[in-house]
Nanobody, 124 residues
């Protein structure tokens, strides 16, 4: 059974930096595009960033505007999200997911294996 586990969520001050991690087990990690999503209560899950198997990156420019960086370490089956210049509107549960297709996407429907999420709260 595939397992995806996020970690690193925290309570932060605006302007701070935080790095999220996601480990995936029981799947060929380097065969999957991997993505980060976030969700706040009452809103749809939003795609934040995706990284393809070859390392091509896709960002939701409107929401992250160069502040976030996605990366992956295939040897460790681990995905990362470096978040800088945090804002209160970044407050959300952040989810990691493995993609169903070879290409990157920011649509949740294109991802099949999901973690339970990690809470990021940014206070002003």
């Amino acid at each position: 059974q595939v397992q995806v586990v996020e970690s690193g969520g925290a309570l932060m001050q605006a302007g701070g930096s935080l790095k999220l991690s996601c480990t995936a087990s029981r799947l060929s990690f380097d065969d999957y595009a991997m993505g980060w999503f976030r969700q706040v209560p009452g809103k749809e899950r939003e795609g934040v960033s995706c990284i393809s198997r070859s390392g091509v990156r896709l960002y939701n420019v409107d929401s992250v505007k160069g502040r976030f960086t996605i990366s992956r370490d295939n040897a460790k089956n681990t995905l990362y999200l470096q978040m800088n210049s945090l804002k209160p509107e970044d407050t959300a549960v952040y989810y990691c997911a493995a993609g169903l297709y070879n290409y990157c996407s920011l649509r949740p429907i294109d991802f099949g294996y999901w973690g339970q999420g990690t809470q990021v709260t940014v206070s002003s």
